[in-house]
Every structure is written in structure tokens, then in C-alpha cells.
């Protein structure tokens, strides 16, 4: 063993931990392609609806398809401020 073989032990293990984080970006990417083009309108539309009745930002409404099995489940998920504008 040279007094230089941890420093290329060293960069094999970072190519390797870069390797496997870009295989995740690239997982992520490939699901949200086969995403439904209507998640974007759908979340739009919640915002607007519950805008009537509560005044919420733009990022309080989340909406994500889930796979579950055979099943894809709707994910919707509102954060509502503590609160509500016209309660009593």
C-alpha cells in the first residue's frame, strides 16, 4: 500500500456517492414525467376555492400523485393559518 492509495480509495467512494445521487435525480425526474398534466390546474383551482374562504398563500396548497401498489392516490395537502380570516 502507497502513501497515496487513501486519497484514491477516497475518490472512488465519491464517484460512487455521486453516481447513486444523480440515479435518485434521475428517479425523481422520470416520475414526475408520468405525472398528470393536470396537477398544476388542480392545484390552482383549490387555491381559488379555498381563497374564498380563507386567506392562504400560494404555497399552502400541496397536490401530489402517489403510488400505492396498482393504486395512484390523490395527495392533497392544505396548510391553513392559525386563523382563519372571518372566524369568531
Known amino acids: 500500500?502507497?502513501?497515496?492509495?487513501?486519497?484514491?480509495?477516497?475518490?472512488?467512494?465519491?464517484?460512487?456517492?455521486?453516481r447513486d445521487r444523480l440515479?435518485?435525480?434521475?428517479?425523481?425526474e422520470r416520475s414526475?414525467?408520468?405525472?398528470?398534466?393536470?396537477?398544476p390546474l388542480l392545484q390552482r383551482e383549490l387555491l381559488e376555492v379555498i381563497r374564498k374562504y380563507?386567506?392562504?398563500?400560494?404555497?399552502?396548497?400541496?397536490?401530489d400523485l402517489i403510488k400505492d401498489g396498482d393504486n395512484d392516490v390523490l395527495d392533497i395537502?392544505?396548510?391553513?393559518?392559525?386563523k382563519a380570516v372571518g372566524a369568531t
Open 77 to 82: 395537502s392544505v396548510a391553513l393559518p392559525d
Open 1 to 18: 500500500m502507497g502513501i497515496f492509495d487513501f486519497l484514491s480509495a477516497r475518490s472512488k467512494n465519491t464517484a460512487n456517492l455521486a
Open 23 to 28: 440515479r435518485i435525480i434521475v428517479a425523481q
Open 32 to 39: 414526475l414525467r408520468g405525472a398528470p398534466d393536470y396537477l
Open 54 to 63: 380563507v386567506n392562504v398563500d400560494v404555497d399552502a396548497v400541496k397536490v
